[in-house]
C-alpha cells in the first residue's frame, strides 16, 4: 500500500469516527457562538476539530495542521505535507437540521491534495478520492454527467446574471446548499452540473472536494483558469467555478470578466 494510500485510509477512519462525534450535537440545540463576520460556530465544530486533530496528529506528526477551528500557525509551512480540514463544513445548516453537511478532511503536498474525504453522516454518504485512482461515494465510481438541455448550476445570483445570453435559458439555479464541500460533491457524482464559488472560500472548505471532483472528471478553477493551490501562506480564494467541458468555460469567463 503507498503512503498516499494509507493517508486516504487514515482519513476515512477519522472522518467517520468524527461523524458520530457530530451527530451527538445533530439537532440538539448545541451551544453556538459568533465569528467575526457573523459565521456561527458551535461546540460540535470545536468537538469534532479537537478529536480530528487529536487523532491525526497523533497518527502523522510530522505533517502540518490547517483548520477552520484552529488558530492557525506558520510552523505549517515547513511540514512536507499539511492536513487541511474543516471539522464541519455547512455548519449553518447543520444548526439548522439539514443534512447538507459534512466532515471535510485532505491531505495537501506541494499545494495539490494527495488525499481527500468527505464524509456526510446525516445522508450516510462518504465521499473519498487520491489522484490516478478515481473517485468514489460508499466506495462505489462516481462520475461527473454530460451537461443536457437544462443545466442545474449552484451559486450565487449575479454569476448567473452575466451568463451569456444563450446559455441563461438553459440553467436552472438551484437552492441553496449549505456545504461548499457538498456542492462540489454533488457535481461529482452528477447530481449537479457546476457551480460559481463566490470569494472568500478557503482551503478547509474545498481541498478535499476538489480532488473528489478532480478524479471525478470536472475541475474548480479560479479567473485565470487555474486550479487553486492550497495549504501556502494565503488560505483564501477569489471567486472561483466548478463543473466540466463546455459549460466549465463558459462559466470561467464570467468569473474572468467580473475580476476585469
Known amino acids: 500500500m503507498s503512503d498516499r494510500a494509507d493517508d486516504l485510509s487514515l482519513l476515512l477512519a477519522a472522518a467517520r469516527e468524527a461523524g458520530d462525534i ?40 510530522d505533517y502540518g495542521w490547517l483548520s477552520e ?10 511540514a512536507r505535507r499539511t492536513f487541511v480540514v474543516d471539522p464541519i463544513d455547512g455548519t449553518r445548516g447543520f444548526l439548522d ?16 491534495p494527495i488525499a481527500g ?21 460508499n466506495g462505489l465510481p462516481i462520475r461527473v454527467r454530460r451537461p443536457g438541455p437544462q443545466i442545474e448550476i449552484g451559486g450565487p445570483k449575479p454569476f448567473f446574471d452575466a451568463l451569456p445570453e444563450e446559455w441563461r435559458a438553459r440553467v436552472h439555479r438551484v437552492a441553496h446548499i449549505p456545504s461548499l464541500a457538498y456542492r462540489l460533491a454533488l457535481i461529482a457524482e452528477g447530481s449537479l452540473d457546476a457551480s460559481f464559488v463566490k470569494p472568500n472560500a478557503h482551503d478547509w472548505d474545498i481541498a478535499a472536494a476538489d480532488l473528489i471532483l478532480r478524479e471525478a472528471g470536472g475541475r474548480l478553477l479560479d ?38
Open 97 to 112: 437540521g439539514s443534512d447538507a453537511w459534512c466532515i471535510s478532511v485532505a491531505v495537501v503536498e506541494a499545494g495539490v
Open 22 to 61: 457530530a451527530m451527538r450535537y445533530f439537532n440538539r440545540n448545541p451551544e453556538v457562538w459568533m465569528k467575526t463576520g457573523q459565521s456561527p460556530v458551535s461546540e460540535a465544530d470545536f468537538a469534532v476539530d479537537t478529536f480530528l486533530r487529536e487523532m491525526l496528529m497523533a497518527a502523522r506528526p
Open 223 to 260: 479567473a485565470a483558469g487555474d486550479a487553486p493551490s492550497y495549504a501556502g501562506a494565503v488560505t483564501a480564494h477569489d471567486a472561483l467555478v466548478a463543473g466540466s467541458g463546455d459549460l466549465l468555460a463558459v462559466i470561467a469567463g464570467v468569473i474572468s470578466g467580473a475580476e476585469r
Open 117 to 137: 474525504v468527505l464524509d456526510c453522516p446525516v445522508r450516510g454518504e462518504i465521499f473519498s478520492a487520491m489522484p490516478g485512482e478515481g473517485a468514489t461515494k
Open 69 to 78: 477551528e484552529t488558530a492557525d500557525s506558520a510552523a505549517r509551512l515547513a
